[in-house]
């Protein structure tokens, strides 16, 4: 069968965050129950169409900040932490495509360091023929925050959340899903403010209204919590793309959120 006689697909994205599939106070600390409990919601959601990308967690976040990675080649030592880093993030995506598989899921690994460039830590270029042909044949490409070169840089950490934007509008999603540890938004901090109200719903005018009242990021994490993803977030709903934010800590979230249905969480829409 040739490319242009696949079918045209309608992209759903979904993101599993680094602290649901690893517990992120630990050192290369899977969590392969749930990595397994996500694979079998996948495989049970049946959905056609799907990108999966996910976060490094204690993989990939303890040694790009030890190395300083994020902030470029600054001196010869950092090779052997980008290297490290990179193989960590290979591991962690090893235990969710073993699941995957595993499930019945004929899931593929893309590696974003061998397809990405950056300039000053944003995606300038993007070798996206071979995932596009993927997701047309009936493929589940799986992507991962990952260590990438950057013409300026050197080299940078490009976070999963970037990746899930970029994937997004190139792809012209309809729609994404973020899985994360959380039930989703609130209107100021909850852990600062008790008064802090949970919204199921926002709109893109509201999202920009709360967003300095979002968490900021801990310093393990390099590529900026909450807010970092709300940040790579912003452009895409205002394309029209709707994205849910969805507790992937709780069981059978997940498998809603592909199916469509409600799970509590927040749904952000452009009006
Ligand atoms: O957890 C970062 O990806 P994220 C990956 O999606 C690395 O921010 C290598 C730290």
């Known amino acids: 069968m040739k490319e242009s006689e696949l079918s045209k697909p309608n992209t759903t994205i979904l993101k599993i965050g680094g602290s649901v599939i690893t517990d992120k106070n630990g050192e290369l600390a899977a969590r392969t129950q749930v990595i397994d409990r996500l694979a079998d919601e996948t495989q049970r959601a049946g959905l056609k169409n799907l990108i999966i990308i996910h976060g490094g967690g204690s993989f990939g976040h303890p040694a790009a900040k030890e190395y300083a990675l994020k902030e470029g080649l600054k001196n010869g030592n950092q090779l052997i932490g980008f290297a490290e880093t990179h193989h960590f993030m290979t591991v962690l995506n090893g235990l969710v495509m073993d699941s995957l598989i595993t499930h019945g899921v004929p899931a593929v690994s893309v590696t974003p360091s061998s397809c990405v460039t950056t300039e000053n830590g944003r995606i300038r270029s993007f070798e996206d023929a071979p995932l596009r042909m ?36 190139r792809f012209n999603a309809e729609r994404i899903i973020m899985g994360v540890d959380v039930d989703g938004l609130y209107n100021a901090d909850p852990k600062a403010e008790k008064s802090a109200k949970f919204s199921p719903h926002l709109t893109l005018s509201e999202v920009r209204k709360l967003k300095d009242n979002i968490a900021k990021p801990t310093a393990s994490d390099v590529t900026g919590g909450m807010f970092g993803k709300i940040t790579e977030l912003l452009p895409v709903v205002e394309q029209g793309i709707p994205v849910s934010i969805v507790n992937a800590t709780k069981p059978n979230y997940i498998y809603k959120a592909l199916r469509g249905e409600r799970t509590g969480g927040t749904s952000i829409e452009k009006e």
């Open 134 to 169: 993927l997701v047309k044949m009936g493929f589940l490409p799986v992507l991962y925050g990952d260590t990438v070169v950057d013409t300026q840089l050197c080299f940078t950490i490009l976070s999963g959340d970037q990746l899930v934007s970029a994937l997004a509008l």
